[in-house]
Structure formats: C-alpha cells, structure tokens
C-alpha cells in the first residue's frame, strides 16, 4: 500500500464544474504539498500546508491532521485547470513522497 | 517561471552509455533535489543536496551519482543506462535544510531521458 494515496485517478468535469481530489496518507507528516503537472511535463507548487485551509484564486486546499486526509477543491473549473494533480507529503526529512496523481480533464 | 533551470529538456542515448543533467537552483535557495518520475514508478526521491553536501539519499541507483557545485548548481550523472531509466528526472530547489518540507520546493521543468 503506498504512503499517500489519491482519489480519484481520472477525473472528467465540464467548464464550470466544482471540482475535489481527495488525498489520504498513512504516514505522520510535517507538510502535505499539493503540485499541478501541465500535459507539457512541468511541475508547480500550488499549497503547502500543515494545518486548517488555504485558498488561491479559485483553487481551496484543506487539511484535517487527525483524519490524515486533505482536499484540493477547484471551483469554477476551466478547460486550463486540465492537468494532473499530485499530493506530496514530507515526514522527518525534507523529501517529498508522493502520490499517483489524479488526472483532471475540463471540458469547454 | 519556477527560477529552477534544467538542461537539457530532451536527451536520447543508447544503452550503457553515461549522461549529465544538469540542474540549476532558483536564486538564494541551497537545496536541490533530484527526483525521477518513470511510467511504473511514479514520482520518486532520488538525492538532496544542501549547500555542497548530500543531505538525504532515496532509491537512487549506484549507477547514478550526484554533485552540488560551489556555484549551487547541480549535476546528476546516469551511467550503464539500461532502458528501464528511460523517465523524466526533475530537479527541485528549497531554500533551507532540515525544515521537513515546510518550505515549498521549486520544479524545474525537467530532462526527458530516452534510452534506445
């Protein structure tokens, strides 16, 4: 069973849609860190969190520490939030560990 | 524009040859991280480097090997390439070390090894 685990794998939405991938992990944790990998291959930072909510633009990361759970929430979704999200998590040391990612399609 | 600078974006070699990614940090940042992301493995911890010396060690191969420069800049070096390496290898930087990932990590955009 890996350390972090993401649901859905594959996700389908129309323009405008609310949009949540969930992140579960089984490990303790310093930071969950939620990154957006374009079809090009780059990689962006999008949160970084340890505890309660943030929010950027249309994009609402959240965190329940107790659950070992996190919710990447996208509201009023666009065919260029079209990507593949993934979760990370670091522990005692500074490397991330992550997950399989979760591959968002938005249609016009 | 992460400010993390990777060359080259593409590298196609044969196998058991040697190569040389190179990776440059975001500006005042110490820490540079080497991850892979192959289609059956996923995004994997390679190597971390602070500040000229290895700081953590992942499921990197001893075929592969690694340097940061006095200039922060960073080398991983792939040799004996076998076709199973073929992925894309990214390079990370933070600014500090030991901060258990409070700090974000900034992606470049990566090298996209082939292995004919």
């Known amino acids: 069973k890996n350390e972090v685990e993401q649901s859905p794998q594959n996700l389908t939405a129309q323009e405008g849609e609310f949009i949540t991938i969930n992140c579960s992990y089984s490990v303790g944790i310093s930071a969950l860190h939620w990154l957006q990998q374009h079809p090009g291959g780059g990689i962006v930072s999008l949160f970084m969190l340890s505890s309660g909510k943030k929010k950027h633009g249309r994009l609402i990361a959240t965190i329940n520490i107790q659950e070992k759970h996190s919710s990447l929430h996208i509201t009023a979704s666009h065919p260029r939030d079209s990507a593949v999200y993934i979760c990370?998590?670091?522990?005692?040391?500074?490397?991330?560990?992550f997950g399989t990612g979760t591959r968002l399609q938005v249609f016009p | 524009d992460s400010g993390v600078t990777q060359t080259p974006k593409h590298l196609i070699t044969a196998t058991g040859q040697r190569v040389t990614l190179r990776c440059s940090p975001r500006?005042?940042?110490?820490?540079v991280y080497w991850y892979q992301q192959s289609l059956d493995q996923g995004l994997q911890f390679l190597i971390q480097?602070?500040?000229?010396?290895?700081?953590a060690k992942g499921n990197i191969l001893e075929r592969f090997s690694a340097q940061q420069f006095p200039d922060l800049h960073s080398e991983l070096n792939l040799s004996s390439l076998e076709l199973g390496d073929s992925a894309l290898y990214f390079c990370a930087s933070s600014v500090g070390w030991g901060d258990r990932g409070t700090q974000p990590q900034h992606f470049g955009d990566g090298t996209r090894l082939s292995i004919l």
């Open positions: 990370a998590v670091t522990g005692d040391t500074d490397k991330l560990i």
């Open positions: 480097y602070y500040n000229g010396e290895e700081r």
């Open positions: 500006s005042g940042d110490l820490s």
